[in-house]
């Protein structure tokens, strides 16, 4: 007869050996027969070439499980699996956005700040990022300080009173009254730096490091004396570019000194240890070695929340580096990630009248890809441009999700706007991502669990030609088409 204790330590071990797998592959999901019976069941489509912009065009029935035959296109979702927990999707407020905003008429004024902010009536973003004093979409450089201040006794926002200042508290207001705010500096004022410039590239000059340590606290405190609270921020936007705008280089070495050395222990000092603080803030290529040097030396890590990351590098050849995402989530599981910044360069309305499948499906493919890489959070750029795709200070004229018309006061709503909604206004902060797998390389997939239970797929087909695929839920599967160049959302309640 087996000696009862040796059982009772073999079936303790299975368990433990069992909570270990779970721990490394994802949670355990929930409840199946809450999942496999759904009561309530829509569909939302944008598509490109018709009228449908995040529009109701049916319902989803499900039978049983169908097995894909390799010449169907098909989704499967693991509800056994839950993995990262989502923060939410924005864009930056920026001066550009803000002296725009105020050139439109009122009613257009309201429109706007429901159309992005309204759950029920918008798309419901819950994130923003705004600048700390100018970057290249402001117009034209300035500073909180005086020329040579670097006791900061002049620091003042009064600049951002004008425009930034009441943009942003209105968008908070249409957000609820909470809205994440992060903040990130394209450069220091130009006599800390080795260049004597604001502008292309130079690097912050070590005698200033505590100084430049100092004025993020003076920013922070200032934002939120003025009502707009900083949920976070990062350390320097894009500071591998020597760019025509305003920028600062770091090396990772660089980077992760000053964070441990100056800046973490200044917030720390100051009472705002609790800021999400965000290394890098620059394209995909090179996230995983700057996540590397910094997260790997515990005296910079203890203050990083998470590792910021744009979309940009595919100028190399075409193809954004997602893999780093997924190498960073991977080697440092216990840090977030979080998308900082895209928008599509060079503006041209052509693109727009002719309606580009590529401006919104680049958001699209990077949305979904970031999500199942292990992405907590994502930031749109510029929440809205004037009708030149300005205005910038250095002429770097980009698109938006919305354009408003200066000269008549008008909203232009693009694709990608809608783009952006198939994924913020359904999923909603706190959901946590589902395993997602697809068939067909022209179709992508993404899925969450909201808080409520409701279960959000995002699907899209970047193929010319309508697309009839199958969504398999654990055993149960359902038959459903999606227009070609199209984007949707289903929602199971």
């Not at 699996?81 to 803000?98: M, Y």
Request: charged share 25%; aromatic share 12%.
């Amino acid at each position: 007869m087996i000696n009862k204790k040796i059982v009772l330590i073999l079936v303790f071990c299975s368990l433990v050996i069992g909570s270990l797998i779970t721990g490394f592959s994802g949670e355990t999901g929930i409840n199946k027969s809450e999942v496999l019976n759904f009561s309530n069941t829509k569909v939302y489509t944008t598509a490109h070439g018709t009228e449908f912009n995040l529009k109701e065009t049916g319902e989803v029935e499900f039978g049983k499980f169908k097995q894909p035959l390799e010449t169907e296109a098909s989704i499967l979702v693991n509800t056994d699996r839950l993995h990262q927990t989502f923060v939410g999707i924005g864009a930056a407020l920026t001066d550009a956005s803000a002296e725009t905003f105020y050139k439109l008429d009122k009613d257009q004024q309201d429109l706007f700040m429901e159309a992005y902010y309204s759950i029920d009536k918008g798309i419901g973003y819950s994130l923003g990022r705004t600048i700390i004093h100018s970057c290249d979409f402001s117009s034209g450089s300035y500073t909180y300080v005086e020329e040579g201040d670097a006791d900061l006794k002049t620091f003042n926002i009064d600049h951002d009173r004008q425009f930034r200042l009441p943009f942003t508290k209105k968008a908070i207001e249409a957000a609820g009254g909470e809205l994440l705010m992060y903040a990130s500096p394209w450069s220091p004022p130009a006599f800390m730096k080795t260049n004597g410039n604001m502008l292309q590239g130079g690097k912050l000059k070590p005698e200033y490091y505590q100084s430049w340590a100092n004025y993020y606290v003076k920013f922070i405190e200032a934002y939120e004396k003025e009502g707009v609270p900083i949920w976070g921020l990062s350390i320097q936007n894009e500071p591998m570019a020597t760019q025509r705008w305003e920028s600062c280089i770091y090396s990772a070495e660089e980077e992760r000194d000053f964070l441990k050395n100056f800046l973490g222990p200044t917030l720390e000092k100051s009472g705002m240890g609790d800021k999400k603080v965000i290394v890098w803030d620059h394209n995909r290529d090179l996230l995983f070695e700057r996540a590397n040097v910094i997260l790997s030396d515990p005296e910079a890590n203890k203050y990083v929340w998470g590792t910021g990351f744009h979309w940009y590098e595919d100028w190399k050849d075409g193809t954004p580096m997602f893999k780093n995402v997924a190498g960073v989530n991977d080697a440092y599981p216990d840090k977030k990630l979080i998308f900082t910044e895209g928008c599509n360069e060079g503006y041209n309305i052509e693109r727009l009248e002719k309606d580009d499948p590529t401006l919104a499906e680049r958001y699209g493919k990077a949305m979904i890809n970031d999500f199942n890489n292990g992405t907590v959070a994502w930031t749109d750029w510029n929440i809205l441009l004037d009708e030149t795709g300005g205005p910038n200070h250095v002429q770097n004229l980009c698109f938006a999700p919305v354009h408003g018309n200066t000269k008549t006061g008008k909203l232009m709503f693009t694709r990608s706007f809608y783009y952006i909604g198939h994924f913020s206004k359904f999923i909603r902060p706190g959901a946590r991502r589902i395993s997602t797998g697809t068939t067909a390389n022209h179709l992508s997939a993404t899925s969450f669990l909201n808080k409520d239970g409701s279960v959000v797929v995002v699907a899209m087909n970047t193929s010319d030609k309508e697309l009839n695929y199958m969504l398999s839920i654990d055993n149960k599967t359902a038959e459903l088409s999606m227009p070609a160049h199209a984007i949707q959302s289903i929602i199971l309640k």
